[in-house]
């Protein structure tokens, strides 16, 4: 008699999910465990990824007689959640095809799109009998037809095809993060936030915007202020010495207002990439700081200006998201404003951080007919594993108000603004979610985001992202906090 145990390599022993949810699909190759053989019918392609990228590292060489394992992906559902574990079945199968108890190993994962997590399981002879051994997995990547193959060797199975969804987000009641206190520098909005983690809490860049008041001192100035969380985001303590990097105004004909930030931690420092706006033109301009607390403009001018010579004019740039790029270099996403006053989303890449080339075409663009048929912009970019993974701000309304229409802030003139998602493989080719938009407006009177969401921040916190977003209450700004998808 042997007996087994399951062990989840790079992942805690706790998190193993021993249930059967919901729906069972058996293995093509065999009619239920143990059963009689046949061909493959489902049409999935071992050659590469459905998405028309590398195949990686799932071997397309192991012949159909040699498979030895029978995987069936038990979900709630008709299709599995990004993010959200679900279970595996897999039996060792001899030659036969029968289920046998005899097996011992390290199981492979792969996924056809996208990674599947943990990338391996290791099964010893410790624990108890059984000849099915279950474990959670994550995908990363949406998509049909996505196929988890599980391998040892020369042993290998793979599941039926499967859905994979990025699902809709489920908003916190109230925000977390509001306007400071009356005569602060962030009294009248905060929001554009951008959170990454650092160690075991997580960091918090924002713009904040006073209460300008009548007789207000000039020497009352917005900027980008920082907070910190050491609770996944529920709660944030301000920086007292805030506004780290406050703007800079001498006269109406001579400002810079500071907003979406940006910001990397890189060997030796903290790199800061920001909106800025002056009465010339709205580009991206970049900072740096020995600990991410007193900021220093580099430069004498932008990092990236836009090119009014293009084919399409751009009028503006702005709200920037700048990574590592893989192999060296950085590349940054940014908004695009364009002279009819719709917006893209484009793509440019920098050796050193400090001079940029962007690409000669928009990476995403606005999908006629659809709500975001005018903007798509304010990007926030997290790589996970092999995907890039974006979310963005849409809609399908244009946001320049002559002054005979009225005040924009005229719900019936503002509209929606809402939050969508979209993955790539390479940073530049996207496919948008089927389920966007992913966040909406929340629509209740009184809500601070009954209006508009905006400037979208997704951090990974403990490998599953948490979003963080703007919201509108027809008036001002607040962040707001999001759960991972339902």
């Known amino acids: 008699m042997y007996r087994y145990a399951v062990r989840i390599v790079g992942l805690p022993l706790l998190t193993l999910l021993f249930g059967v949810c919901g729906c069972t699909k058996p293995n093509p190759l065999y009619e239920g465990v143990g059963g009689k053989s046949g061909p493959d019918s489902s049409g999935a392609d071992d050659s590469g990824r459905e998405d028309g990228?590398?195949?990686?590292?799932?071997?397309?060489?192991?012949?159909?007689?040699?498979?030895?394992?029978?995987?069936?992906?038990?979900?709630?559902?008709?299709?599995?959640?990004?993010?959200?574990?679900?279970?595996?079945?897999?039996?060792?199968?001899?030659?036969q095809g029968a289920p046998t108890p005899e097996y011992a190993g390290t199981l492979r994962l792969r996924s056809t799109r996208g990674d599947v997590f943990p990338r391996a399981v290791e099964i010893t002879s410790m624990g108890a009998p059984s000849t099915i051994f279950r474990f959670p997995v994550r995908l990363n990547q949406e998509g049909k037809q996505v196929v988890i193959r599980v391998q040892d060797g020369d042993l290998v199975g793979e599941s039926l095809p499967l859905e994979v969804r990025h699902g809709r987000w489920r908003p916190l009641p109230?925000?977390?993060?509001?306007?400071?206190?009356?005569?602060?520098?962030?009294?009248?909005?905060?929001?554009m936030a951008e959170v990454r983690p650092l160690g075991e809490e997580l960091v918090l860049l924002y713009r904040g915007r006073p209460v300008r008041s009548a007789g207000a001192p000039d020497t009352l100035l917005g900027g980008i202020g920082r907070a910190d969380s050491a609770d996944g985001g529920t709660t944030w303590e301000r920086h007292p010495g805030n506004p780290l990097l406050p703007d800079r105004y001498v006269s109406s004909s001579d400002f810079d207002n500071y907003s979406s930030p940006s910001f990397l931690i890189v060997e030796g420092g903290w790199w800061l990439f920001f909106s800025d706006e002056n009465v010339r033109q709205l580009a991206i301009g970049h900072a740096r700081s020995d600990e991410g607390l007193l900021w220093a403009i580099v430069g004498d001018g932008?990092?990236?200006?836009?090119?009014?010579?293009?084919?399409?004019?751009?009028?503006?740039?702005?709200?920037?998201?700048?990574?590592?790029?893989?192999?060296?270099?950085?590349?940054?996403?940014?908004?695009?404003?364009?002279?009819?006053?719709?917006?893209?989303?484009?793509?440019?890449?920098?050796?050193?951080?400090?001079?940029?080339?962007?690409?000669?075409?928009?990476?995403?663009?606005?999908?006629?007919?659809?709500?975001?048929?005018?903007?798509?912009?304010?990007?926030?970019?997290?790589?996970?594993?092999?995907?890039?993974?974006?979310?963005?701000?849409?809609?399908?309304?244009?946001?320049?108000?002559?002054?005979?229409?009225?005040?924009p802030r005229d719900p019936d003139l503002t509209q929606a603004a809402h939050i969508g998602y979209a993955t790539s493989r390479d940073g530049v080719r996207w496919e948008k979610s089927p389920d966007n938009p992913v966040l909406s407006p929340s629509g209740i009177a009184g809500a601070f985001d009954q209006y508009r969401v905006e400037h979208p921040s997704a951090a990974l916190v403990g490998d599953v992202p948490v979003l963080f977003y703007s919201g509108f209450n027809g008036y001002r700004w607040r962040i707001g906090r999001a759960e991972r998808p339902d």
């Open 302 to 407: 932008p990092a990236l200006a836009p090119d009014p010579d293009q084919p399409r004019p751009q009028r503006w740039v702005h709200d920037p998201c700048v990574l590592p790029r893989e192999g060296g270099g950085y590349e940054m996403w940014y908004s695009i404003r364009f002279s009819d006053s719709s917006q893209a989303i484009g793509h440019a890449t920098s050796p050193d951080g400090l001079s940029w080339t962007p690409d000669e075409e928009p990476v995403l663009r606005p999908t006629a007919g659809a709500w975001d048929a005018v903007t798509v912009a304010q990007p926030i970019v997290v790589r996970h594993g092999s995907v890039f993974r974006m979310w963005y701000a849409g809609d399908a309304t244009l946001k320049d108000f002559p002054a005979e229409l009225g005040d």
């Open 53 to 95: 990228g590398p195949a990686g590292d799932m071997d397309p060489a192991s012949s159909r007689a040699a498979v030895r394992f029978a995987v069936v992906a038990l979900t709630e559902g008709s299709f599995a959640r990004e993010d959200v574990p679900f279970v595996i079945e897999v039996t060792p199968l001899d030659a």
């Open 174 to 191: 109230s925000p977390v993060l509001s306007w400071g206190s009356t005569g602060s520098w962030d009294s009248q909005d905060a929001g």
